[in-house]
Every structure is written in C-alpha cells, then in structure tokens.
C-alpha cells in the first residue's frame, strides 16, 4: 500500500507518535498506518494482518515448524532486527514486523526497498512461535552451495580448514558449532543427512548471523564425501572417546578437517574408520566427554591458533 495524493506537508501520527512524512503530496514510505487526521478517517487495521488465519501467517507457522517446508519453497525464517540487517539483500524474501515494533521503532524506513507486511502483535507472536518475539520476521532465501566449490582449493588462500559432522542432534549446538567455526576461521561446514535442519529457527537464531557467511553442505552421501576430502589431500582428525593422540599434539597447519559425531553416540564405526588419525580431548576428574560444540570449539581454535603462528 502506498499512499497518493492529496496529504498536507506534514508528519503524519498514530497514537500521538510522528511514524511518517506525507510532504509532498506523496508519502515516501509504503506503509501501513493511517490517522484519524487523514480524510476518509481510516484506521491502521486496514492496512495491518489482524488474523491468525490469513494465508501469509499460515505459512509462516509451517515454515517455522516443518522442515520439509522450507525446503519445498527455498527459504527459512530469521528472527530479529539484526538477523534482519546481516541478511545479504539478495536473499530477503519478504520481512514481517510486529505492529508494535513499527510504532516504537518509527516506522518501516529501513525496510524500504523490501517487500514488508505488518501483523498484529498477537499475531506476529503466533508467526514467530517465541514466547517474547524481537518484532521482526525475516523470510530468507536459502543458499546454495556446492561441494565441488566449498572444497575447491583455488576458493582459499593456503590450507582450508572444515568441519565434519555427523548426526548432531541438538538445533542450539548446530547453530553454536556454526557460529564459532565463523570465529576460528573454518573454511566451511559439512554434515549428514540425519544432522539437526540447519534452518530450524532455534539453530538460526544460536548461530547469531554466521549462517549468511559460513558455507554449509548437507552431504547426500557424507561417507563418499569423507574419501573425495581425503583424495584431495585434506587430512582427518576424528574427535573420539578412545583416540590415542591429544589434540593440541597434532599439526594443523595444513589442509585439515575435524570429525564431530553425535552428542550421545558419537561417531559411526564408517565415520571413524576413514579418519586419518584419533584424537582426544584430554579428562580430568570422572567427567568423560564434552558437548558436541565445545569439543568442536577447542579443536577449531587449535587450529585457528597453530595458523596465526
């Protein structure tokens, strides 16, 4: 909705709040408030989603429940005004905001340019399926990447860096794994058909806007994967309960990549089998084992540290 002709210069008010400019005759922002001030006394529910039912929010709830969903149409939903501003252009979709949000925040100005609708607070709270929602619902397209690129060595300057993982279950260690592969450095991110969606909304949400700068591959056949990487000189460490070798004794500095297993299992005996070598994270007291993502975090920047020298 834009507005046409015949507005007076000035801020236009809902509720008492300056939310536009009508100079000109011509409002420069498609939006959807209107005053009482404005002929034809129109009210911002003319131009606001107020239903749970209207065909837009449907979607959006089965975008943020099903897997199967975001895949079929390309796309997945980020949360937030800064998933909303990291979000590379291209691959904004549509952005929701909450009508309180475009009250208190002043209006759409930084979403012009983008195809936007705005929801009922109720509403957006059913879109968003969170319990407090930020205001802002961004319906981005998902990358796509290849293996044959991500693995390419002309793509990288020296020795690239990845992460294996195989049947990580939890959308939070996902989305962390994913965020702090970003901060070490890791060139990109590679797991099986049964690891967590990594367009669930809460493993979105952990990785903090990495998921727009890390590559990331779902491996149709990650044990195939597994021998093309170590074909190409890519050498593999396996996080395992009975390695031999601490990490920190391992060289890094070259073409290398670390396999993650399962939070509860670990790694396959398939998986395990095609690692290069075994190493472990070294255990005091009668504790076992780490979290998938710490696990992941100490080894990544072990690597991060032996390449700054």
Not at 34 to 51: L, N, P, V
Not at 140 to 158: H, I, K, N, T
Not at 217 to 246: N, T
């Amino acid at each position: 909705m834009v507005f046409g002709h015949g507005f007076d210069s000035r801020l236009v008010h809902y509720q008492g709040k300056a939310i536009g400019s009508a100079a000109g005759g011509f409002c420069s922002y498609r939006v959807f408030f209107i005053a009482e001030e404005i002929t034809g006394r129109q009210t911002m529910g003319d131009y606001m989603i107020t239903s749970a039912s209207n065909p837009q929010v449907k979607n959006l709830v089965l975008l943020g429940k099903k897997a199967k969903a975001r895949k079929e149409q390309g796309v997945f939903l980020a949360e937030g005004r800064n998933m909303f501003e990291e979000a590379p252009e291209a691959w904004i979709q549509k952005v929701y905001m909450s009508e309180t949000y475009f009250l208190e925040e002043g209006g759409v100005e930084p979403f012009v340019g983008f195809h936007y609708e705005i929801l009922a607070d109720s509403v957006f709270k059913a879109a968003a399926g969170t319990q407090t929602p930020q205001g802002i619902l961004t319906v981005v397209r998902m990358p796509q990447w290849e293996f044959e690129d991500v693995v390419s060595a002309d793509l990288f300057q020296g020795s690239p860096g990845f992460l294996l993982l195989e049947s990580i279950q939890d959308p939070g260690n996902l989305g962390t794994i994913l965020r702090t592969a970003e901060g070490a450095g890791i060139n990109a991110v590679i797991a099986n058909r049964m690891t967590v969606d990594l367009y669930n909304p809460k493993t979105v949400r952990a990785t903090m806007g990495s998921i727009y700068r890390v590559p990331f591959l779902v491996a149709e056949d990650f044990y195939k994967v597994l021998s093309q990487m170590k074909e190409q000189g890519i050498r593999l460490y396996a996080a395992h309960l009975k390695g031999s070798v601490p990490y920190d004794r391992e060289d890094y500095t070259q073409a290398s990549a670390f396999l993650i297993g399962n939070e509860g299992n670990g790694l396959t005996k398939e998986a395990a089998a095609l690692a290069d070598i075994h190493i472990k994270v070294p255990m005091e007291g009668k504790v076992e084992s780490l979290n998938a993502a710490v696990t992941a975090a100490i080894l990544m920047y072990e690597m991060n540290r032996q390449r700054r020298g």
